[in-house]
């Protein structure tokens, strides 16, 4: 299903690593399934308003919003209804004093004993989906489908725009909502079907990275570099936007993903280069900060793709 | 304290004394005989009912000022693309709409206003443990909150970067502008004003409680408010060294929060939510204390599970410090199954609170005045706000929705629900206490509709138009997003908001116009706040009635029904003759 799904065992960190991932993945995706499906939904995974996900990240988040939205509608149903009940059946009919009973341990030890499962169960499947959101692949991994080095793309968010930088392709795109397509800001071309591992800096203040249909978002950060996978399930344009405060023209922000085949990824990698959009030909504009400091070393992110979670 | 002389039916006034040996008390009563009297009385008043009234009018008017802003902010998004303000102006206006409602009223108008007012009424004390730092707190406060409002005034405008003033967007070169320093100086005085009222609450809960008023009887009112002031302690002054040293960064030359001398800048992220989850919670257990007094009382019944309660109310504040980093999911730099699986569990001790409040109405006799509405309407708010914040404590849904209007329904769900939803209940319910006069309950109840159904067109949309993307804190949104008909709904809703506090202020007009007495005891209240006349002497009390139960006054003026409470419970009646035998 996904790029990380049909990589061969021959990566860094070993096939142990890659059986376990799966594995729970798999108890994941089973847990995850079921869920709703003992809460007594039958439609599995209702939208509630929100996006289903244009990557697999995506997809596995909206899954556990779906699910803990239903779970949130059946309890917070129930409370609202045991509310409206009460005041309707114990409005005041006369002036008979009420029983004035203060307590029943009983009662109160369930209603303490059954939310704690609750949160449990929602932890449960909180971590579980977290794993598969966070996990990156090894930044060596040689994964692609033309078996090439993991596709990166630098992002480099600045006052008021976007730099996307290829590494591999020695392609950099950059500009501000008066540069990209139809107004909607500089646009992050990808393939779709592989895993697109993204370092996200900033280059003044903090900014948001944020993907509506990707159900994801970071912080752009100045000093630290942050890194997440992406794969996107199908080929499309998704809009982006900068969800933190910035300054004056934070609601200008804009950008978009395409999604494209991984052929058309080459021809407009291709096409890039020949039109001078060289890694190096754009400047930032003038910088309030030096270079970001790489918190997370690639030999940490080789050993434990997780270190970086706990660094500050 | 010293030995308990009881009568039969009263007991004698004490003059508890303060940790010093002399309470305020006699100190006060000389003030009252032969101080000064107007404008000089007030500006020199000590009185902790002095105090808390300008405390309320002070924050109330601050309450009106943001919410205006509130509206303006509204206007602007029901149209794509609108130019009704200038992004300068839209980026002040939402940074003082939430500076002036978070810092200024929500906060201020519980501990520093009703809070002022009615916890020496309920622990039974003539006033504050310290009248003199209380006086103090209040002029801090109003000076913060002068400087902030006029922050708007001077060049650059005021601050532009949000509440919560993430590092480095409020340094100097970002932010340059006076508005910034004035926005951090306010946080110092009423951060200030805050901890000293802090102060005042826990020692006078511990220090000047009546004869009787043990611990386990204390209303839950004044139980949240002891709490919240040991809150404001642990949190307010992180945030003043965080402060302080924003402020250094700014104009002594250091680097704590910048880059380039190798500073962090989420550094501030993490001092800011150490002192903004204790916060949220200091601006909502006051509030959630005010439901539980108003509940009983419309009930005719006693709080059903007080322990549990007041168990609930401490679990949640010892929770509320080692969660701050659920704000901070998406900056990829904190542990997040540790935040996630803490900012989970205060569902519990919250869910407990709800099912007391449910078991307090069960079967009792319920009559819907104006207080006991707002009160529902709380529960209302608070129970959609709160399952909404229970997935926000999911990182990965956090990633979802972060920083879109879904965070902002959330939030607003949660804090208009306990400041306007309950903290006018709380108004409607002690009126008649402080000012001897009673409100009117036709204008009260439409204020209650109005207001609730604004809230719901207001909010609802807004969580739809979250999950659709919109980013929150934009001054503009393209067509094609097609936002536009869920803003105007909001829009609409908030304009209903607005026009509900309008009967607000004709009520507070009419009731000074045309006074109806309340009486020592319009709603059969069982606090002691109830025994005492309305508005209550210079002293608060001339007698007291015997304190047996959390609700003394109840007790007083229903022996019958005491009496089936003793056999209910009888725990509650040993422990009751072991004090008799302990004080006497």
């Known amino acids: ?312 | 304290m010293t030995t308990t002389v009881e009568s039969p039916d009263l007991i004698e006034p004490e003059e508890p004394g303060g940790p010093d040996g002399h309470g305020p008390g006699g100190h006060e009563a000389e003030h009252a005989e032969h101080g000064p009297s107007g404008l000089l009385k007030w500006l020199t008043s000590t009185d902790h009912k002095v105090i808390g009234k300008s405390y309320m009018i002070t924050s109330l008017v601050t309450f009106f000022i943001s919410g205006a802003m509130a509206l303006v902010i509204r206007a602007q998004l029901a149209n794509p693309t609108s130019s009704l303000v200038n992004f300068q102006t839209y980026n002040e206006l939402f940074t003082m709409h939430g500076s002036l409602m978070l810092y200024l009223f929500a906060g201020p108008f519980a501990f520093g206003g009703l809070a002022n007012y009615i916890v020496p009424l309920q622990v039974g004390a003539p006033d504050m443990a310290y009248p003199r730092l209380n006086a103090l707190s209040y002029w801090l406060y109003l000076g913060g909150t002068s400087m902030m409002t006029l922050s708007f005034v001077v060049a650059g405008g005021a601050a532009s970067f949000g509440w919560v003033a993430y590092a480095p967007l409020s340094n100097s070169i970002n932010s340059p502008g006076a508005g910034t320093d004035m926005w951090l100086l306010s946080l110092g005085l009423t951060g200030f004003s805050a901890i000293f009222t802090g102060v005042n609450l826990v020692a006078t809960i511990f220090y000047l409680r009546a004869p009787g008023m043990t611990m386990f009887r204390i209303p839950i009112f004044s139980w949240n408010m002891l709490v919240t002031g040991i809150l404001i302690l642990i949190a307010f002054p992180v945030l003043f060294g965080a402060v302080v040293m924003l402020f250094c960064d700014r104009h002594f030359g250091t680097h704590i929060y910048s880059v380039q001398g190798g500073g962090v800048p989420v550094l501030w992220q993490h001092l800011f939510w150490f002192f903004g989850h204790p916060e949220v919670y200091i601006l909502a257990l006051p509030y959630f204390g005010i439901v539980t007094d108003i509940i009983p009382v419309f009930s005719r019944k006693p709080l059903f599970g007080y322990r549990g309660m007041v168990f609930a109310t401490l679990s949640i504040a010892a929770l509320s410090t080692g969660v701050w980093a659920h704000h901070m999911f998406t900056t990829g730099v904190v542990l997040l199954p540790f935040f996630s699986l803490l900012s989970y569990l205060i569902a519990v001790p919250t869910g407990i609170k709800f099912f007391n409040w449910i078991g307090t109405m069960w079967g009792g006799q319920l009559s819907f005045q104006t207080p006991m509405l707002f009160s529902i309407g709380f529960l209302f708010a608070f129970l959609m706000g709160g399952v909404t914040g229970v997935l926000l404590a999911s990182p990965p849904v956090d990633f979802m929705t972060h920083d879109t209007y879904f965070v902002v329904a959330h939030f607003h769900q949660v804090l208009i629900g306990t400041t306007v939803f309950a903290g006018f209940a709380g108004f409607y319910f002690w009126y008649p206490k402080m000012f001897g006069r009673m409100l009117n309950e036709r204008l009260g109840k439409i204020h209650f509709w109005l207001l609730f159904i604004g809230f719901w067109v207001t909010f609802i949309p807004q969580y739809v138009v979250g999950l659709k993307g919109m980013p929150r804190r934009v001054a503009d949104y393209l067509t094609s997003n097609g936002w536009t008909s869920l803003n105007q709904w909001s829009t609409v809703g908030a304009m209903i908001i607005g026009a509900s506090f309008l009967f607000f202020l004709v009520n507070l007009v009419q009731s000074w116009r045309k006074p109806v007495p309340a009486g020592d005891n319009p709603w059969d209240g069982g606090a002691l706040e109830w025994f005492t006349s309305s508005p209550p002497p210079h002293h608060n009390f001339t007698h007291l009635p015997p304190i047996r139960s959390e609700r003394p006054v109840w007790d007083y003026n229903h022996p019958e029904h005491r009496k089936e409470e003793s056999h209910g419970d009888k725990r509650h009646r040993e422990h009751d003759q072991e004090k008799v035998g302990a004080s006497s």
Request: charged share 15%; with cysteine; aromatic share 10%.
């Open chain 1, 1 to 312: 299903m996904t790029a990380r799904d049909s990589s061969s065992p021959d990566t860094p960190d070993g096939p142990s690593a890659l059986t376990r991932r799966r594995r729970w993945k798999r108890l994941a995706t089973g847990l995850a399934v079921g869920a709703p499906l003992v809460l007594g939904g039958c439609n599995m995974y209702p939208t509630y308003g929100a996006s289903r996900g244009a990557t697999t990240q995506g997809r596995d988040t909206f899954k556990l919003y779906s699910g803990m939205m239903t779970t949130g509608i059946i309890i917070g149903g129930f409370v609202g209804i045991l509310i409206l009940f009460t005041i309707l059946r114990y409005r005041r009919r006369s002036d008979a004093m009420p029983r004035q009973f203060h307590e029943s341990i009983p009662v109160e030890i369930l209603y303490t004993g059954i939310p704690v499962l609750v949160v449990a169960f929602l932890f449960l499947f909180t971590v579980l989906t977290e794993n598969n959101v966070d996990a990156t692949v090894p930044i060596n991994a040689r994964i692609t489908t033309t078996g090439a080095p993991v596709l990166q793309v630098k992002v480099t968010a600045f006052q008021w725009g976007w730099r996307f930088d290829y590494p591999n392709n020695n392609v950099s795109v950059s500009g501000d909502v008066t540069n990209g397509p139809g107004g909607l800001g500089p646009q992050m071309v990808l393939p779709v079907g592989e895993t697109v591992q993204i370092l996200l800096v900033s280059n003044d203040v903090i900014h948001g990275f944020y993907v509506h249909d990707f159900n994801f978002s970071r912080y752009a950060l100045p000093g630290v570099e942050n890194r997440f996978d992406l794969d996107i399930v199908r080929t499309g344009l998704f809009p982006g936007q900068c969800t933190q405060i910035c300054g004056l023209y934070h609601s200008e922000m804009l950008f978009t993903v395409k999604g494209v085949t991984p052929s058309q990824f080459q021809t407009w990698t291709a096409g890039e280069v020949a039109a001078g959009q060289t890694l190096g030909r754009n400047p930032l504009p003038a910088a309030s900060i030096p270079p970001p400091y790489t918190h997370v070393t690639p030999s940490n992110a080789l050993a434990a793709p997780s270190s970086k979670k706990g660094s500050l």
